[in-house]
């Protein structure tokens, strides 16, 4: 009990002292236009209120994530609470404030933009290619998912296909409409079934002085259970994951000023390891000898241990809130990622889309590929997933360490995550069934040359951008609100 309330404890002080670190490190300009002002279009670009801003960069970042990814994490004992508020302070949620601020400081800028600018043309070429498909990918699993825990709900009351119909059409609405229309109005309410949700199951943990394993030198992770690079992929959501860089500009062109951006992107990620905290302790401390973690997820999967928790924690008035909640967070965080697909591609092919029929042309082709995918088996692609996901949120940390080089800050505080974690997702390609199937000693070796030969090519590559005199921010239009409609 005393690692589960210590590590939100460390999670909520990380916010008000790290996380303001950051931002001093970063420094807003609170008199800037940001692009809500200067780009103003009624439907990707304007300014909301911080309060729905923040609900809806939790809410898209959440997903499934950073509960499925504990539940799994916690077959990794107590040492799962340590990534969870470690990563989260110092590399999840700085991960999230410097790709949304950066994204502010360059017009709302998505990840491949960034990318293209910061790391090169061809590496703008390579990211818009793997976050249309990595948000596909998401958007249609999420789809599935989503039917499937309304299915269970409603004990198959409601078919399937159904199911499946509807969300598609609330993702078509959402993803087209003006993002105050639905999003801006629908995920302030799902935020608040969260919210209620996570604190009821975490003060009840706590009422009920359930049995969570304390964290110690003797007490890490369940023996023949490795840590290494396994962990830090199965939790991403919760800890850290790249999906967060395709969410942060959509809120970076909805954000009226830069003061408000600790709140909404490094803040709310902070909730997110606070929800995956909760998940975790919930997993570890209610299913123990007579049967195991691993035989219920094997059994009844994640989304039954949800219920499963829901049941036994909280009753059926709260439980239900509870379930509800987690339909909600793969419902919202999929039309976001078709909306971010959509803005990606318009970006890069440069579609304004202010006119309804320029999104159609884009939305309608990733929606029927989703259709067809929904019909194809998952397991091989999904097993790529974490990976993938973890890959761009490296991306995206060494997108932020060139920008703080080139402007002369302390760049060490986004790329000593970023060395971590492509160490990480080196060795986890070269060591996996899914990928070179080498051996663990040879692993370690290749992982460190490799992750030592990419940081000499940022090394030589920031050295020719500071040489080249690079702008690392957007120039402001002369008169902000020529374009505000």
């Given at each position: 009990?005393?690692?589960?309330i210590?590590?939100?404890?460390?999670?909520?002080?990380?916010?008000?002292?790290?996380?303001?670190?950051?931002?001093?490190?970063f420094?807003?300009?609170?008199?800037?236009?940001?692009?809500?002002?200067t780009k103003?279009?009624?439907?990707?670009?304007?300014?909301?209120?911080?309060r729905?801003?923040?609900?809806?960069?939790?809410?898209?970042?959440?997903?499934?994530?950073?509960?499925?990814?504990?539940?799994m994490?916690?077959?990794?004992?107590?040492?799962?609470?340590?990534?969870?508020?470690?990563?989260?302070?110092?590399?999840?949620?700085?991960?999230?404030y410097?790709?949304?601020?950066?994204?502010?400081?360059?017009?709302?800028?998505?990840?491949?933009?960034?990318?293209?600018?910061?790391?090169?043309?061809?590496?703008?070429?390579?990211v818009?290619?793997?976050?249309?498909?990595?948000?596909?990918?998401?958007?249609?699993?999420?789809?599935?998912?989503?039917?499937s825990?309304?299915?269970?709900?409603?004990?198959?009351?409601?078919?399937?296909?159904?199911?499946?119909?509807?969300?598609?059409?609330?993702?078509?609405?959402?993803?087209?409409?003006?993002?105050?229309?639905?999003?801006?109005k629908?995920?302030?309410?799902?935020?608040?079934?969260?919210?209620?949700?996570?604190?009821?199951?975490?003060?009840?943990?706590?009422?009920?002085?359930?049995?969570?394993?304390?964290?110690?030198?003797?007490?890490?992770?369940?023996?023949?259970?490795?840590?290494?690079?396994?962990?830090?992929?199965?939790?991403?959501?919760?800890?850290?994951?790249?999906?967060?860089?395709?969410?942060?500009?959509?809120?970076s062109?909805?954000?009226?000023?830069?003061?408000?951006?600790?709140?909404?992107?490094?803040?709310?990620?902070?909730?997110?390891?606070?929800?995956?905290?909760?998940?975790?302790?919930?997993?570890?401390?209610?299913?123990?000898?007579?049967?195991?973690?691993?035989?219920?997820?094997?059994t009844?999967?994640?989304?039954g241990?949800?219920?499963?928790?829901?049941?036994?924690?909280?009753?059926?008035?709260?439980?239900?809130?509870?379930?509800?909640?987690?339909?909600?967070?793969?419902?919202?965080?999929?039309?976001?990622?078709f909306?971010?697909?959509?803005?990606?591609?318009?970006?890069?092919?440069?579609?304004?889309?202010?006119?309804?029929?320029?999104?159609?042309?884009?939305?309608?082709?990733?929606?029927?590929?989703?259709?067809?995918?929904?019909?194809?088996?998952?397991?091989?692609?999904?097993?790529?997933?974490?990976?993938?996901?973890?890959?761009?949120?490296?991306?995206?940390?060494?997108?932020?360490?060139?920008?703080?080089?080139?402007?002369?800050?302390?760049?060490?505080?986004?790329?000593?995550?970023?060395?971590?974690?492509?160490?990480?997702?080196?060795?986890?390609?070269?060591?996996?069934?899914?990928?070179?199937?080498?051996?663990?000693?040879i692993?370690?070796?290749?992982?460190a040359?490799?992750?030592?030969?990419?940081i000499?090519?940022?090394?030589?590559?920031?050295?020719?951008?500071?040489?080249?005199?690079?702008?690392?921010?957007?120039?402001?239009?002369?008169?902000?609100?020529?374009?505000?409609?």
């Amino acid at each position: 009990m005393f690692t589960f309330i210590g590590g939100i404890i460390l999670l909520i002080v990380g916010y008000f002292t790290y996380g303001k670190f950051i931002e001093k490190v970063f420094g807003i300009k609170p008199d800037r236009p940001t692009p809500a002002i200067t780009k103003h279009d009624g439907v990707d670009y304007l300014p909301l209120p911080k309060r729905k801003n923040a609900m809806i960069e939790l809410i898209s970042i959440a997903g499934v994530g950073p509960i499925f990814g504990p539940i799994m994490g916690a077959l990794y004992g107590p040492v799962a609470f340590l990534w969870i508020v470690l990563g989260c302070i110092f590399a999840g949620a700085v991960h999230d404030y410097l790709t949304g601020m950066i994204s502010i400081r360059n017009g709302g800028a998505h990840l491949p933009q960034l990318a293209g600018k910061f790391l090169g043309k061809y590496m703008k070429h390579l990211v818009n290619l793997f976050s249309v498909i990595l948000l596909l990918l998401v958007g249609t699993v999420f789809v599935s998912s989503s039917a499937s825990l309304i299915f269970d709900l409603f004990n198959g009351s409601i078919a399937l296909v159904t199911l499946i119909t509807i969300i598609f059409g609330y993702y078509i609405l959402s993803t087209m409409l003006p993002i105050d229309k639905i999003i801006g109005k629908l995920f302030p309410i799902f935020g608040i079934f969260l919210l209620v949700g996570t604190l009821s199951l975490g003060v009840s943990l706590v009422i009920n002085q359930a049995p969570i394993p304390e964290i110690s030198i003797t007490n890490m992770h369940p023996e023949n259970t490795p840590v290494f690079p396994l962990l830090f992929l199965v939790i991403s959501c919760g800890a850290l994951s790249g999906f967060h860089a395709t969410q942060s500009p959509i809120i970076s062109r909805t954000t009226k000023n830069e003061k408000e951006a600790r709140s909404i992107f490094y803040g709310m990620m902070i909730v997110e390891g606070i929800i995956a905290m909760v998940w975790a302790a919930a997993a570890m401390s209610l299913f123990g000898e007579t049967v195991t973690l691993n035989e219920l997820i094997q059994t009844i999967g994640t989304g039954g241990i949800v219920s499963e928790v829901g049941t036994m924690m909280l009753g059926s008035i709260l439980g239900t809130v509870l379930v509800m909640s987690v339909i909600f967070l793969p419902l919202s965080s999929g039309d976001t990622a078709f909306r971010s697909a959509r803005m990606i591609i318009a970006d890069y092919f440069n579609i304004s889309q202010s006119k309804i029929a320029k999104r159609l042309i884009i939305a309608l082709p990733l929606f029927t590929i989703s259709v067809i995918l929904t019909n194809m088996d998952f397991t091989l692609l999904w097993r790529y997933f974490s990976w993938a996901n973890q890959s761009l949120a490296v991306i995206a940390l060494w997108v932020a360490s060139m920008y703080l080089f080139i402007a002369k800050k302390n760049y060490w505080i986004a790329m000593l995550p970023g060395i971590f974690m492509t160490y990480v997702t080196t060795a986890y390609i070269l060591n996996a069934e899914i990928g070179f199937r080498l051996p663990m000693n040879i692993t370690y070796i290749l992982s460190a040359v490799m992750t030592i030969g990419i940081i000499a090519l940022f090394y030589k590559y920031a050295q020719q951008n500071t040489k080249n005199n690079m702008q690392i921010e957007e120039n402001i239009p002369v008169n902000p609100g020529a374009g505000a409609a």
